[in-house]
């Protein structure tokens, strides 16, 4: 460990143990929404809810528009939420969602059919207000919500005041299948039925499964007419599981993966596994094909070392756990190509951009293209400087280079903060422990 601005990892042997990993990001977030959307009088107990800047950002939003969030003493992954059925009881001027997407485009969709004319402006980071949403504008404005664009049209800030009446929409899903999440989460809420048709062909397609996966536990009906469209029948009321468990995040299980592969293991992650709702938990397949030893239980994945081969995959499916597969190249045999991730550009930062810049400070040949990544290792990696660019995947992604001779520095570890805050700390313990 260095000063709080950076950390160095070098020369780590060997990684096992067991990781509990924290709850999903993206289910904590769906799962808070969702909660808030219960009937009045409905309490939902959400059990091992992430708690990081993205989760923190849906928790305030919801505490601004007047819902009551009780967070236990005791165990501050355990919340408490009580329905409102999207009769704020609240009307605050506006809500800063940071850079978090699962928080901003479920939050404008749900908002654009709650707000009966109350306005309320969404804003979020520098990075969010570069962060492209105008299909979803685009698509709730067809279907009458009002939504104001503050500064550059297609980016937050907006201010709403709600309108969304009519379902009768189409939406692009070329960019993010967060647009198509929220507006399923939306228009159940409608006083009409709804038909939802996705334009293009759809990315990160597991995390539309996840939302569907989630309203059928909160009561939602939802009418799947073929793939790419939806029948949603209006006037519902969502309706609280009881108790919900957030699985843990298979995302951030990646690290660990990739690391228990290169420090021998047995590593095991416990909270993601066989039946998990995550698309990203496919990443422990991927990690078979490329040669670890991976099995897949119910509620964990262990893994342990193999000599690893080159990847060559289409990752579409799993953008987030694909950046780690980046860095692990750096230990495979052969080239590994990374295919139809063109939407890392619009992420935390242009992750295409990113990732190849740091690449190649390590010594890597790169090439980048509009939609793909290919890496090949050096004969010896050297040690890098890593930027991180406020991306916490960048940041978590770079940590298997400690497993290299030379090591790495990891500039701004802290911008982990976004979806797991401990994540360096954790990483330290158990690599150098084991
Ligand atoms: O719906 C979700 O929870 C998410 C969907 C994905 O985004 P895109 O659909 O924009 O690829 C993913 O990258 C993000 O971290 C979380
Ligand atoms: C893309 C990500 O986040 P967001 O939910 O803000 O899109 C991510 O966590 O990798």
């Known amino acids: 460990m260095a000063d709080t601005g950076s950390i160095t990892l070098k020369k780590l042997r060997q990684c096992h143990g067991n990781v509990t990993l924290p709850g999903s990001k993206s289910i904590a977030n769906r799962a808070l929404l969702m909660a808030a959307l219960c009937g009045a009088g409905q309490s939902t107990v959400l059990t091992n809810v992430l708690r990081s800047d993205d989760t923190q950002r849906m928790l305030e939003a919801l505490g601004d528009l007047g819902v009551t969030v009780t967070i236990a003493e005791h165990d501050p992954t355990h919340i408490t939420v009580s329905g409102c059925e999207g009769k704020w009881p609240q009307h605050p001027a506006a809500l800063d969602l940071g850079n978090a997407g699962t928080a901003m485009r479920p939050l404008l969709a749900v908002l654009s059919a709650t707000l009966q004319g109350n306005r309320c402006i969404l804003t979020g980071d520098a990075r969010m207000q570069e962060r492209p949403i105008a299909a979803l504008i685009e698509s709730l404005r067809a279907g009458g919500a009002h939504i104001d664009c503050l500064q550059q049209e297609g980016y937050p800030p907006l ?49 539309i499964e996840l939302t569907l996966s989630m309203l059928e536990r909160f009561g939602i009906v939802v009418h799947q007419i073929c793939r790419q469209e939806f029948m949603i029948p209006g006037q519902q009321v969502y309706q609280s599981p009881g108790v919900y468990w957030v699985e843990g995040d298979a995302s951030a299980a990646s690290y660990w993966l990739a690391a228990g592969a290169l420090g021998g293991g047995p590593l095991t992650v416990h909270g993601v596994g066989r039946h998990s709702i995550q698309g990203d938990v496919k990443f422990a397949d991927y990690l078979a094909q490329m040669g670890a030893q991976v099995t897949i239980e119910e509620h964990s994945i262990t893994v342990k070392k193999g000599v690893l081969r080159a990847l060559d995959a289409d990752l579409n499916a799993i953008p987030d756990a694909a950046m780690t597969f980046a860095t692990l190249a750096l230990f495979a045999q052969g080239t590994t190509h990374i295919r139809n991730i063109a939407n890392w550009r619009i992420k935390e930062t242009d992750r295409l951009q990113a990732m190849a810049a740091e690449l190649r400070k390590v010594g890597a040949h790169v090439v980048e293209t509009e939609e793909a990544i290919s890496i090949t290792p050096p004969a010896h990696l050297q040690h890098g400087i890593i930027d991180t660019y406020n991306d916490h995947r960048m940041a978590m992604s770079f940590a298997l280079l400690g497993f290299s001779e030379v090591g790495v520095t990891i500039l701004d570890p802290n911008c982990c903060r976004k979806t797991y805050p401990n994540f360096f700390t954790e990483f330290c313990q158990i690599t150098q422990s084991s």
């Open 159 to 207: 201010e709403i005041s709600g309108g969304l009446t009519s379902g009768m929409i189409e939406i692009d899903g070329t960019e993010s299948s967060q647009y198509i999440s929220a507006l399923l989460m939306a228009l159940p809420l409608l006083e009409t039925d709804s038909v939802l048709k996705l334009t293009g062909t759809v990315v990160s397609w597991p995390y």
